[in-house]
């Protein structure tokens, strides 16, 4: 970590001072300082030759960086340069020696940042203080790769979140210690700390370890090693909540629209939450009476039989929808929110009819850093207040929630003797084995069924 001469850093805090720059910023330029100085390092530049700072803000627009960031990072550089005019005095980049300035060596820079074994408890009560420097700024460039990485997959924008989230713990836990550093037993170290420390659930774990895996292996290419010895969260077996079809009934009643509607094609249709808010006039075939279902999870498509009693109840909302997009035509908007690159094949589907939202948001969003006006699809979580207040409502002596309803669907079809593999079809799952939980929340169909020893 480039360690500032404590003469220039108080210089520079009293440049700040002069130049009139808020002090809630002086943390902020200080670290846009301390990230340049490190790049001059790392690539071996003079500190004073401003060439550098244009190749600095170049590699911060790599690493998606805002343009207000970029102007932070430049005023503060530019403030640097006016204190080596005054002061005569710079911070060579130019070799990997100790020096008068102060700056470590390249293997004295490793060190600096200590393994959790070999930090003492004061240490560990002030992990932000190592949040800075060189380590910092790879571990940027890591999540900046882990990102990348997972976009090139087409991964949802939820594992991505819950990646990155795992990724940044892991980097806390280590205490910044530098990515290239990290090995199988630090991995090993941080698993055992959320199983026995932090006695989190066996899926936390899980995604933890995924995340990880993920990390070491497509990130830092590096072997993550066996962790078959490891403490690992025994996951026990759920049975979902399943709801009667009174108890279904009771709640939809108390629903207004459109949430009845939704719930009922939740219902009706067996599906995800997210599944239902992504639909898109195009979706649905009223002539044959069939839901096609895009992008589900795992990126799969699958399509389930529309309900007949749904029909009539579905084409008003359609024509609600018709003349909703009417008025935005008339607005002038932008069009819908697309996915991926369409737009740049189909210049005009944001405006047709057919790849609008089939449940709408209520209001038109203006995108940040545009002038454009587009309509997004209702949010997931309008729908699951509007479920919980109606189950509150219907007095259920269950706990249910939106994701209860695509429960009771499979539930309901087996109770009919619909078969398993039709049902793991019609629910998308990858594996049978999981739509086999749903043989715990019915009735079991064996000749001599199992009885309380009360009822003999």
Not at 175 to 189: F, M, T
Request: glycine residues 4%; hydrophobic residues 35%.
């Amino acid at each position: 970590m480039i360690n500032i001469p404590r003469d220039i850093l108080t210089r520079f805090q009293a440049m700040l001072v002069k130049r009139a720059v808020p002090t809630a910023q002086h943390s902020y330029y200080k670290k846009w300082l301390r990230f340049y100085l490190d790049f001059c390092f790392k690539y071996e530049m003079k500190d004073s030759n401003k060439e550098s700072l244009t190749q600095f803000i170049a590699e911060l627009r790599k690493k998606n960086q805002t343009s207000d960031q970029q102007e932070q990072a430049a005023h503060a550089i530019s403030l640097y340069y006016q204190l080596l005019r005054t002061s005569g005095k710079t911070v060579s980049q130019g070799n990997t020696k100790p020096n008068k300035g102060g700056i470590r060596s390249a293997e004295t820079a490793k060190k600096v940042v200590p393994s959790p074994s070999e930090a003492s408890p004061q240490q560990g009560k002030s992990r932000s203080d190592n949040f800075s420097g060189t380590a910092s700024f790879h571990w940027n460039k890591a999540l900046a790769d882990l990102s990348a990485e997972i976009k090139t997959r087409h991964y949802s924008p939820k594992t991505l979140k819950a990646y990155s989230i795992w990724a940044k713990k892991f980097q806390g836990f280590t205490r910044n210690k530098a990515p290239e550093l990290l090995s199988s037993a630090d991995v090993k170290e941080f698993l055992t700390y959320l199983a026995v420390k932090r006695n989190v659930a066996a899926s936390t774990q899980n995604q933890a370890f995924n995340a990880l895996l993920f990390f070491f292996r497509h990130v830092l290419r590096k072997d993550f090693g066996d962790h078959t010895d490891n403490v690992r969260a025994k996951r026990k077996l759920y049975i979902p909540v399943v709801l009667s079809r009174e108890e279904i009934d009771a709640v939809i009643a108390k629903l207004p629209y459109p949430y009845d509607l939704i719930a009922k094609l939740l219902y009706g249709c067996g599906l995800r939450l997210f599944e239902c808010m992504n639909l898109r006039i195009n979706s649905f075939n009223f002539n044959t009476g069939v839901l096609t279902i895009h992008d589900g999870k795992g990126k799969k498509d699958r399509t389930v039989p529309l309900p007949e009693t749904l029909m009539p109840e579905l084409k008003a909302h359609l024509e609600r929808v018709k003349k909703l997009h009417q008025k935005d035509l008339d607005i002038g908007y932008n069009g819908a929110f697309m996915f991926s690159l369409i737009e740049n094949k189909y210049k005009n589907c944001a405006k047709e009819l057919v790849w609008q939202w089939f449940f709408p948001a209520k209001q038109l969003t203006k995108v940040a850093g545009s002038n454009e006006i587009r309509r997004s699809h209702l949010h997931h979580t309008h729908v699951q207040k509007a479920i919980k207040k109606a189950v509150r409502e219907a007095q259920l002596l269950k706990r249910a929630t939106a994701h209860t309803f695509r429960h009771s669907f499979a539930s309901h079809l087996l109770q009919a003797n619909y078969d398993i593999r039709t049902i793991q079809k019609l629910l998308g799952h990858s594996d049978v084995r999981t739509t086999m939980i749903y043989t715990h929340t019915i009735k079991s169909r064996t000749f001599k069924e199992a009885r309380s020893p009360l009822d003999f």
